[in-house]
């Protein structure tokens, strides 16, 4: 069995330091960079850039609402055409970075409450595709497993990648537990390999209450901005390892 670890990273802010970025890029496959929307600038994507080219760390885009303030975790209402506007913006400006360090962008992953809302609202999520596609059809829709954007990924056309979280809780409709709630997250690293070994290897989201939700299952996401971070992609890495997982850059699974 093949997997890919994937982390939000980059994301440099008055809420947020990306001072474990470096020891996270040596045990990830994927990082998906903030464009500096809701985090991040021009340095660190160029950073970000450069310490996942010299790990053979995929790279892409991590598109967010204008909203550095609340870091991109408060829903904002846009029309259709401001929605693909704003994703093609910061595909712009990740992709110019990654031209001049020479490296590849392979996929868009949405960030917080636009990935929230995407994950809910079929045509929020086939705007976004319909700005990846229009961009660069070759991208990957990094997309919540079994999500609207799974539906509205494929309905497209677009190369997918199914995601899981390793550090969160989900409800029995298969949705993330709001982070206003008690166990939310998951910051044990035991815990999170233990999730995520369970859901590997049933090929499903597992629910808080036990319930399974058959689904495809291609990378596994953890937040960089956990206070245990370090210790969970850690424990992943050697975990999953171990266990037999056959771990790959995004672009280098085999379904792509």
């Known amino acids: 069995m093949e997997a890919n670890i994937n982390c939000d990273l980059g994301e440099k802010s008055h809420l947020c330091s990306n001072e474990h970025d470096p020891k996270l890029l040596k045990l990830i496959n994927t990082a998906n960079v903030a464009c500096g929307y809701h985090a991040g600038d021009d340095q660190t994507m160029r950073d970000t850039i450069r310490i996942a080219k010299a790990n053979g760390v995929s790279v892409g885009v991590h598109p967010s609402f204008k909203d550095r303030k609340n870091f ?11 929605l693909k506007k704003l994703i093609i913006e910061q595909l712009e400006i990740f992709d110019k970075i990654c031209d001049e360090e020479n490296y590849l962008m392979t996929h868009v992953k949405p960030h917080g409450a ?8 079929y045509e929020i999520a086939k705007d976004i595709g319909i700005a990846i ?6 991208l990957i829709y990094m997309v919540g497993a079994s999500s609207q954007m799974e539906k509205a990924g494929l309905d497209l056309g677009l190369k997918i990648a199914c995601e899981v979280f390793a550090d969160r809780n989900y409800e029995d ?4 537990f709001s982070r206003k709630k008690d166990k939310a997250l998951i910051i044990d ?10 859901m590997l290897e049933t090929s ?17 996401c953890f937040h960089g901005d956990g206070v245990t971070a370090v210790q969970i992609a850690q424990k992943l890495s050697d975990g999953l390892k171990k266990n037999g997982i056959d771990l790959k850059a995004l672009n280098l699974l085999s379904k792509f």
């Open 204 to 220: 499903s989201i597992n629910c808080f209450s036990g319930k399974k939700i058959p689904t495809q299952i291609d990378t596994i």
């Open 133 to 138: 596609k229009e961009y660069n059809k070759d």
């Open 72 to 82: 991109g975790r408060i829903r904002i209402k846009l029309g259709s055409s401001d």
């Open 189 to 198: 690293p035991e815990e999170a390999l233990k999730h995520t070994m369970i």
């Open 114 to 121: 636009l990935n929230n809302m995407a994950c809910e609202d």
């Open 173 to 176: 409709n298969g949705m993330l």
